[in-house]
């Protein structure tokens, strides 16, 4: 865990969050700066700045990080419609935590550009 990291906090409880998916590994909550009607973030729970960080030949965590995100997506409802983000790197990382944008629930005619976001 790093100390002054937001997403390590919110994984030891110590910051609310909405928690929406948890398990021995990962986090899944609400984003509080939503740019769409339901917007997740999925987060591991072991603290890797950016995705540079997670070595290649850890497939396993790069196949969770997807089936998370689909999984989080079809018990919210958003699965036949929504987008998946992410920014790597320190310069356009706002949380220095890896994390995996989840976004959805746009009503049939409603833009989803909103949902096109930079940190």
Avoid at 27 to 51: G, S, W
Avoid at 74 to 96: C, D, P, S
Wanted: charged share 25%; aromatic share 8%; proline share 4%.
């Amino acid at each position: 865990m790093a100390d002054n990291c937001i997403f390590c906090q919110i994984i030891a409880k110590t910051i609310p969050a909405t928690i929406r998916y948890e398990d021995g590994d990962w986090l899944v909550f609400d984003n509080i700066a939503k740019t769409a009607p339901e917007h997740l973030l999925v987060i591991p729970k072991k603290h890797y700045a950016t995705l540079e960080e997670v070595p290649v030949s850890d497939r396993d965590f790069y196949a969770d990080l997807i089936l998370i995100a689909k999984k989080v997506a079809r018990e919210i409802g958003i699965e036949t419609n929504y987008k998946l983000f992410m920014n790597v790197g320190l310069r356009v990382q706002a949380v220095h935590h890896l994390h995996l944008h989840v976004l959805g629930g746009w009503k049939p005619g409603e833009s989803t550009q909103a949902g096109l976001i930079s940190e």
